[in-house]
Nanobody, 122 residues
Framework: VQLQASGGGLVQPGGSLRLSCAAS????????MGWYRQAPGKQRELVAT???????NYADSVKGRFTVSRDNAKNTVYLQMNSLKPEDTAVYYC?????????????????WGQGTQVTVSS
């Protein structure tokens, strides 16, 4: 399973960005999808996740500003980020939980995108 993320960049405080992450390759199903971020000197943290049924979960720090969504037909997850703050500056990683057939069994594994830089600065 390969993940291709796009949409990062430099934006002023209060601005918006939209991240996309498309999954490709051979898999039985895509289950949970989401976004994590890692700022310099900090651990990677959850930003938002969305289940295959559309249920979402957000970090408290982004609630009301970020929206996660997915297009199941395109195996793509999105992160709409509004009212961006300097503390949102980080490398953003998409995560996909995909089920693949390995031998005679179906196995769910985590897959990670390459990371896309988001910088919020004036």
């Amino acid at each position: 399973v390969q993940l291709q993320a796009s949409g990062g960049g430099l934006v002023q405080p209060g601005g918006s960005l939209r991240l996309s992450c498309a999954a490709s390759g051979s898999f039985f199903s895509i289950n949970g999808m989401g976004w994590y971020r890692q700022a310099p000197g900090k651990q990677r943290e959850l930003v938002a996740t969305i289940t295959s049924g559309g249920s979402t979960n957000y970090a408290d720090s982004v609630k009301g500003r970020f929206t996660v969504s997915r297009d199941n037909a395109k195996n793509t997850v999105y992160l709409q980020m509004n009212s961006l703050k300097p503390e949102d500056t980080a490398v953003y990683y998409c995560n996909v939980k995909a089920t693949r057939q390995e031998g005679w069994v179906l196995v769910e594994r985590d897959y990670w995108g390459q990371g896309t830089q988001v910088t919020v600065s004036s």
